[in-house]
């Protein structure tokens, strides 16, 4: 096996723990044959160097006969065959080729010869060059780095190429990115999802057009500079999160398709994909065979790959709908049960291995299976990017007239659970998704071509307020924090000269990520799994809720969050309070320190009075501002 399963911690507590229930761990299905290694064939798929040479090993069932060519045999196809082995594999030991020298495999198939990149390549030249030799090791220093725990994340999107870019001519690279992880984390930022970065066509995409699946991106810096960035990454106590992409391959400079010479069908994609009415998918005739046990082998080692070879943290699974589904819908009709039990598979891996990596969907259909554990008969997903959040809070925030908004949607959007666990779920304002595809930021969408003016800066803040105060794991976009404007594309580099122009906006973001992570010791119900909206006011369009993690809550645990969504000033607005005692203010919005628009409007803490609201013994009247939002929690 390329990827032996790493030895369980021996305790969750020195691992990262999760915030709630484990998965049970049950058995994975066995993994398809691979033959015992020769004197001198090492065990594992493509290059394999070793102290002697390099194996080369690769999965061609059609071929007549396979020969691996390269810098080390001048390219000729007579000097280094590969012997067939079981199960369609072939392998050869050469003595000459080493780390750096590039290869490709040459195929035979009914005469024809084929020359291809090695699917498991670590490493190319580009996307439509020729494979390299990648040595594995690495000096990762003393990384003895911990998972935050899950109710303590707060993700930080990027993506590679654009995040920190020298300039509109030039994609930013993995050193790149990690040039700024100081900044990240004196923003609070523990865990960052870089969008998918495995060789694509070209030098600028979002990712999710994946040419060679196992090899970095080599205009973001390649393999070694990976690690650099996840070692730094570690570093600084940040985890790393990659977006993979299994829903389908390619499309452009494909070596994978019709690998060896077959297929069927009429242009099917050969061995590696469904060759009939499954391979269809919104991005070509190109969805991987997932029940072919030489292709679920191949995207499970590439899972594992990057959690134990790279070290990364986690994976986040792109459309996976459309890998348990045809259409990536709920029918069942088109489903892909072989789809869904690789998914599990895969799951049950990393959770029988390394439980504290955590494992993200993109699923979007609400759908609460893909986050139940496999021992109950769900995908075993940890949490899943959610839709019944982002879209009815981002309807709040941009419909033009208040009256519009509606606060029953807001209300539902803070209490939706799956699986009865407050961190099953990614919430979100922004991301890749949300501010492209003819959509924008928050802020443009609010107030077109004004998206630097008082409204749009003071919803979208409102908007951030929920994402880092509701139950569920928090994200933001890049640039979000300094009201990065317009839209997404992979052509565009964050521009960073808006931080020093949104100071205080930079500052609102690090207050409420503080406030989210209790760094002050007085907010610790904001990772907790217990959340009661007890006040919805539609006409007035105010809502309040409270999170707590402890028991009943009480000071220091028990946090309440009262969110204005109109243009109305409250001198006395009166709420229900879970408790007696001084309600102190964390955090409001409206301060003029955050942006000079802003009215600094008193919202000075109440003292709680006895009598019955919104279900509580206690009230207590604040007052309140335009589109704000306060945070506040009992003095101990």
């Known amino acids: 096996m390329p990827y032996a399963s790493a030895p369980k911690p021996a305790s969750r507590a020195t691992a990262g723990p999760k915030t709630s229930t484990q ?20 065990p594992g798929m493509g290059a394999v160097p070793h102290a002697g040479g390099t194996t080369f090993r690769v999965w061609a069932p059609n071929a007549e006969s396979v020969a691996v060519i390269g810098t080390f045999n001048e390219w000729s196809a007579d000097k280094n065959p590969l012997q067939h082995e079981e199960n369609g594999y072939w392998a050869a030991d050469v003595a000459g080729a080493k780390p750096g020298d590039e290869y490709k495999f040459h195929l035979i198939n009914q005469g024809n010869p084929i020359d291809r990149n090695d699917p498991y390549a670590r490493q190319m030249t580009n996307s439509a060059g020729t494979s390299v030799v990648h040595d594995p090791n690495f000096d990762w220093g003393d990384d003895h780095f911990q998972m935050p725990a899950w109710n303590e994340l707060v993700i930080y999107e990027l993506h590679v190429g654009t995040f920190n870019a020298p300039d509109a001519d030039h994609v930013g690279t993995f050193l790149s990115v990690a040039e700024k992880f100081p900044y990240l984390r004196d923003l609070g930022i523990n865990c960052i999802e870089l969008l998918p970065a495995t060789e694509f066509p070209g030098s600028r995409s979002w990712g999710y057009n994946p040419a060679n699946p196992f090899a970095l991106e080599s205009d973001y810096g390649g393999p070694v500079a990976f690690k650099e960035m996840v070692k730094q990454a ?16 390619g499309p452009g400079d494909l070596d994978l398709w019709q690998f060896d010479g077959w297929s069927e069908n009429d242009g099917g994609g050969g061995i590696y994909f469904y060759n009939d009415w499954r391979a269809k998918t919104p991005w070509g ?17 590439n899972a594992l790959m990057w959690l134990q070879e790279y070290r990364c943290d986690g994976l986040r699974a792109d459309a996976i709908a459309f890998i348990r589904n045809v259409k990536g819908e709920e029918n069942p009709g088109d489903d892909l049960p072989d789809g869904w039990s690789l998914m599990r598979w895969i799951n049950e891996e990393i959770d029988q291995t390394m439980p504290w990596k955590i494992t993200i969907a993109e699923d979007m259909r609400g759908n609460c299976a893909i986050t139940e ?36 949607a807001v209300a539902e959007a803070l209490t939706q659970l799956y699986n009865d666990n407050a961190f099953r779920r990614v919430i979100y304002t922004e991301s890749h998704d949300e501010v492209a595809n003819g959509k924008s930021r928050v802020a443009e969408e609010i107030m ?9 800066k003071k919803r979208t803040t409102l908007g951030a307020a929920l994402v880092l105060t509701a139950p569920g794991i928090p ?33 609102l973001y690090r207050d409420l990520i503080g406030l989210r992570r209790n760094l002050s010791g007085h ?26 993690a402890d028991g009943d809550g009480g000071p220091n645990d028990t946090t309440v969050v009262l969110a204005n969504f109109a243009n109305q000033t409250y001198e006395h607005y009166t709420i229900g309070l879970p408790g007696p005692g001084r309600w102190k203010v964390r955090f409001n919005s409206d301060w003029k320190g955050y942006d000079g628009d802003f009215g600094d409007f008193d919202s000075l803490g109440m003292e709680a009075e006895e009598g019955e609201y919104d279900g509580y013994a206690w009230h207590g009247s604040i007052g309140l501002a335009p589109y704000a939002v306060l945070i506040l929690s009992q003095e101990g």
């Open 23 to 42: 998965k049970a761990p049950a058995k994975a299905p066995a993994p398809a044959a691979r033959p015992a290694p020769t004197s001198t064939l090492q």
């Open 234 to 249: 570690h570093q600084h106590g940040i985890a790393v999160v990659l977006d993979v992409v299994y829903n389908h391959f």
């Open 285 to 301: 005739n190109n969805r991987p065979d997932y029940g072919r046990p030489e292709v679920r082998q191949y995207i499970r080692d």
């Open 373 to 408: 554990s496999v021992a109950n008969g769900g995908q075993g997903f940890d949490s899943q990017w959610d839709s019944s959040f982002v879209y009815p809070i981002r309807e709040a925030l941009t419909t033009p007239n208040d009256a519009d908004r509606n606060m029953a």
């Open 448 to 456: 077109p071509g004004e998206a630097d003016g008082y409204f749009s």
């Open 475 to 507: 994200m933001l976009f890049q640039g979000q924090e300094f009201l990065a404007l317009g839209a997404f594309n992979d052509a565009e580099p964050l521009e960073w000269q808006d931080v020093a122009a949104h100071p205080g906006m930079v500052q």
């Open 523 to 548: 907010t610790r119900g904001l990772g907790g799994q217990h959340t009661h909206v007890f006040h919805v006011n539609n006409d007035a369009k105010l809502v309040a809720f409270a999170r707590w």
